[in-house]
């Protein structure tokens, strides 16, 4: 009796395998995201908390990003009012500009350009902090002394971040405010009718729905880049790819969670 044909190879699907390993990829990417983040808040809520080190994380986030985050909030908002100014001015619309640039700057883009210069230069940090200490082995002496990483790495990393985001956002999106005016200024706006229209457009919910979405941005960005390196291979290459994985995926889910906010502000 012959013995049974031993099955052929998986046949290759193509495009529809790629993308059915890459939708797979990216699922447990966020899966373990997810569980990085549940581990994270439940050893908050324990207590387990170094004030110091906190601390030191979020001067790092905060203070270090804030030059960056102002400066790019002003000339973003300064381009956006010379596209509505020209528009607004001619339809005699004067009085709706500073209402629109502080509505759209305070709940929208203060929050969410904060975010993407925080994801730029913390989230890289981090990510190459803890990957570097992947790779040199430093994570194992860590375990070796019965510490667990998560505790004493991630922990003061996610509550900087939700420390820093918030007051980091509010501050550019005032930036982002005050740099939009000199436009304004220079195509015939008034200050009163500027700053008028600006103190009746923004309210407390588009204030308080900006700092929740720095809030949330916040949590994404540390989590995500602490998972990144300390998920990192073996390798000096491997540092350099988490670094670029880390950034490239904390900017599309702070775009996609912003998305999802901006569905429920509405």
């Not at 004493?152 to 971040?161: A, E, F, K, S, W």
């Amino acid at each position: 009796m012959s013995a049974p044909a031993r099955p052929g190879p998986v046949p290759a699907w193509g495009p529809i395998g790629a993308l059915g390993a890459a939708v797979t990829a990216s699922a447990e990417v966020v899966g373990s995201c997810v569980l990085l983040w549940g581990q994270t808040v439940r050893l908050v809520r324990a207590g387990r908390i170094s004030l110091g080190a906190t601390l030191r994380q979020a001067d790092a986030v905060g203070v270090g990003s804030l030059p960056m985050a102002a400066l790019t909030c002003v000339f973003t908002s300064a381009v956006l009012c010379l596209y509505v100014t020209d528009l607004f001015s001619r339809y005699g619309f004067n009085e709706f500009i500073g209402m629109l640039m502080g509505q759209v700057v305070v709940r929208e883009m203060g929050p969410l350009l904060t975010a993407i210069v925080v994801a730029s230069r913390e989230g890289s940090r981090i990510a190459a902090e803890l990957a570097a200490m992947k790779v040199t082995e430093q994570l194992d002496a860590l375990r070796s002394l019965a510490t667990d990483p998560v505790e004493y790495l991630v922990v003061p990393r996610y509550l900087g971040g939700l420390l820093a985001m918030p007051l980091l956002s509010l501050l550019s999106s005032m930036a982002g405010v005050a740099g939009a005016y000199p436009v304004a200024a220079a195509r015939g706006v008034s200050s009163d009718v500027y700053w008028g229209s600006v103190m009746r457009g923004v309210s407390v919910s588009h204030v308080g729905g900006g700092l929740v979405k720095a809030l949330l941005f916040g949590a994404i960005i540390t989590i995500v880049a602490s998972r990144t390196g300390l998920h990192t291979g073996f390798g000096a290459a491997a540092v350099g790819r988490s670094v670029t994985a880390s950034v490239v995926l904390c900017i599309l889910l702070v775009h996609i969670a912003d998305f999802g906010l901006a569905l429920v502000f509405a």
